[in-house]
Nanobody
């Protein structure tokens, strides 16, 4: 059974940090491009970051560039999103997703598999 499970969300003050994790089961994450998307109620889901399988190329939305870092540990079948200098506008449900096209970038990402999401709230 294919599954993506996110963890690491929570409540943090502005300027703080969180690290999200996404662990895959039922497939080998190393062959897939992996992405993080986020969604706020009433708005479309937004691409945040992705990492390809082929050369570990990374891509970021302009709104998070310089603050967020995506990485992967294929041995642990896990992808991470390190979020620093968090802002209230980063508040959203964050979803992990996998694209069978290992070369996919954030700008042409097709989510074949999705996690259930983890809530991130940035507030004082």
């Amino acid at each position: 059974q294919v599954q993506l499970v996110e963890s690491g969300g929570g409540l943090v003050q502005p300027g703080g940090s969180l690290r999200l994790s996404c662990t895959a089961s039922g497939f080998t994450l190393g062959y897939y491009a992996m992405g993080w998307f986020r969604q706020v109620p009433g708005k479309d889901r937004e691409g945040v970051s992705s990492i390809s399988s082929t050369d570990s190329g990374t891509y970021y939305a302009d709104s998070v560039k310089g603050r967020f870092t995506i990485s992967r540990d294929n041995a642990k079948n896990t992808v991470y999103l390190q979020m620093n200098s968090l802002k209230p506008e980063d508040t959203a449900v964050y979803y992990c997703t996998a694209d069978t096209r290992g070369w996919a970038t954030l700008f042409d990402f097709f989510g074949d598999y999705w996690g259930q999401g983890t809530q991130v709230t940035v507030s004082s």
